[in-house]
């Protein structure tokens, strides 16, 4: 077969061709002039990103005819013997298939031989890892001592499975993932030298799909090459890696913001219809909030650069996107993606995902626009209560005569026999009363059926609150409903802080929240827990004023139908009743 993979045409031939491992490189290159060459070397990294190209090109410089060189020559006879594979003193092994003790014994066993065509015996040993333990403790004391003709290059893609033991006696270089420039820079020249014609896009999504590997990118181009017709495009090389077009991930990134779940859904359907997987789909949306994320807090960087000049519409939909939200879009990704992979049915979690993430954006966007409606409302009452408690403070001077000097002149802090006058009461503030008076008008239409319904479900309430602010359930933590009517209810709160910062900051959050678990429009009142004990004392009296004792009594005795039963049971002079 005349044909060769791209892979292979474009496989390394020096050290310069060794993309994105400058920082090896640079290393081996310096050590092939100066020949300060160790007797092994351990070559670690993932998969593709030149581990044995960088062996074989190491083997070759060390043998070439015009050494000491930093890159071999590829011209004379041992170079082209090594890279055909002729000379047999260069012996690439696959540990995976010759991983036992025999096959490791019999190369100890030949080391001691002088090469018989090149210079030196190099061994290189791929995937390593694979070895048993007898064979990495028959390689020990060769790798450690070997003779002075023969050099160890192993290369592995796992480095802890190999004993520590192998490892010292080696000089390690890690090799890393091939950033996406510059496989696209790579995969542009290989494009241009073979007059291959490919967009800028498709060699983005093929840099992308081959995470960090060369090997894996050329593969992928080649199969694209093969698809296409005259062009390779974006639709070409998605229809082969079976990820999921931008056109899906904008449509779907907009649904999501616009909270709009039939246009998710539609989407999603449409994806699964082609073939796609939903597994795929969900990492991609992954990648592409990353991506607007980076656009976002990161706007010069060189990759975000090379994706907004490729890509117009991605520029448009980032912007429009909120960078505090796509956080909470990104964790939900990751959560069902989790729950996705054990799934016999993985569309059923990514729909879950499209409802979940739109009803959370509409239910923010519809809090956001309620919380600007409220803010300005709230400080025009802010600034009438503080005016009411001026001037009631002022009446308070005047009545007690403590206005315009009417008081005697006396030694602070003492009464006119000279003793210290004894401490009084805590004195509500306007606000407060003014909070006082409206919590007797709302006793009047109050109802226990109402409040019963409220306090089986505030554990709902404070759950909701939670999820949309925490801050907002903290303060809320210290309240619980005393009263609610058919369109106000009553908190009590032990510290006048938290009862501020929910009235002021977070009344809209509370109201709607409450308002949506009782499925009617309700107003919040706030109230210290002294206040609402001084206003039930109040209000008792009031009514035991106006309808009697015993027309209180009766009244309480025909609303509850536990008193009733009491009552009959054990007589009207054993009970008694408790609020």
């Not at 890393?176 to 983005?204: G, T």
């Not at 997987?277 to 607007?292: G, H």
């Not at 035991?544 to 027309?551: F, L, N, Q, R, V």
Request: hydrophobic share 40%.
């Amino acid at each position: 077969m005349s044909y060769q993979a791209l892979y292979r045409v474009w496989r390394p031939k020096c050290l310069s061709d060794v993309v994105g491992q400058e920082h090896i490189t640079k290393t081996l290159k310096n050590a092939l002039l100066q020949q300060k060459l160790s007797h092994a070397y351990l070559f670690t990294g993932p998969r593709g990103t030149g581990k044995t190209s960088a062996a074989k090109i190491v083997a070759k410089a060390i043998n070439c005819e015009k050494a000491p060189v930093d890159e071999p020559c590829n011209e004379c006879a041992a170079c082209r013997g090594i890279q055909d594979g002729t000379i047999v003193d260069v012996m690439e092994i696959d540990a995976a298939s010759n991983n036992g003790v025999d096959e490791i014994r019999d190369i100890r066993d030949k080391v001691k031989f002088a090469p018989s065509a090149v210079k030196y015996k190099v061994y290189i040993i791929d995937e390593v890892h694979m070895l048993s333990t007898g064979a990495f403790n028959a390689l020990l004391k060769t790798l450690e001592e070997p003779p002075r003709h023969v050099i160890f290059i192993l290369a592995t893609t796992e480095p802890h499975k190999i004993p520590l033991t192998i490892i010292s006696r080696c000089q390690r270089f890690d090799f890393k993932r091939i950033n996406a420039q510059a496989i696209i820079s790579r995969m542009k020249e290989i494009s241009e030298a073979m007059e291959i014609k490919v967009d800028d896009n498709a060699l983005a999504v093929v840099a992308r799909a081959s995470e960090g590997g060369m090997r894996d990118a050329l593969s992928l181009l080649d199969q694209a090459v093969s698809y296409a017709e005259d062009r390779v495009t974006v639709e070409d090389v998605i229809s082969i890696t079976g990820a999921v077009s931008q056109k899906f991930l904008y449509n779907t990134a907009l649904a999501i913001k616009e909270g709009d779940v039939a246009a998710g859904l539609t989407a999603v359907d449409a994806i699964v219809r082609d073939g796609k997987d939903p597994n795929r789909f969900i990492e991609d949306l992954i990648y592409f909030y990353r991506d607007v994320l980076m656009f976002k807090a990161a706007p010069g960087m060189e990759e975000v650069k090379e994706r907004i000049a490729t890509d117009e519409k991605f520029k448009e939909i980032g912007e429009t996107l909120d960078q505090e939200k796509i956080f909470p879009i990104m964790e939900q990704l990751n959560h069902f993606q989790q729950e996705m992979k054990f799934s016999n049915h993985p569309k059923v979690f990514l729909e879950m995902f499209i409802v979940h993430a739109c009803n959370a954006s509409r239910q923010s966007s519809q809090l956001t626009g309620t919380q600007g409606e409220t803010g300005s409302n709230n400080e025009t009452i802010q600034q009438l209560a503080s005016k009411v408690s001026q001037l009631e403070a002022a009446l308070q001077r005047l009545s007690t005569g403590n206005a315009a000097g009417l008081v005697p002149a006396q030694e602070e802090g003492q009464d006119q026999g000279g003793k210290r006058p004894a401490p009084r009461p805590a004195q509500a503030s306007g606000k407060s009363r003014a909070q006082m008076t409206r919590v007797k008008a709302i006793l009047k239409q109050a109802s226990k059926q109402h409040l019963q319904t409220l306090h089986s479900q505030w554990g709902q309430v404070m759950e909701q609150v939670k999820k949309q602010s925490v801050p907002a359930s903290a303060w809320l933590n210290d309240s619980s409903p005393v009263a609610c009517s058919d369109d106000v209810f009553v908190l009590s709160f032990k510290n006048e802080m938290h009862r501020d910062m929910i009235d002021s900051k977070f009344r809209g959050l509370v109201e709607q929240t409450v308002s949506a678990v009782l499925q009617r429009q309700v107003t919040l009142v706030a109230l210290l827990a002294m206040h609402w004990d001084e206003t039930k004392e109040s209000f008792k009296k009031e009514q035991k004023a106006t309808m009697g004792d015993e027309g209180a009594e009766g009244s309480q005795e025909e609303e509850d139908p536990l008193i009733q039963e009491a009552l009959k049971l054990a007589g009207r002079d054993l009970v008694e009743i408790k609020e």
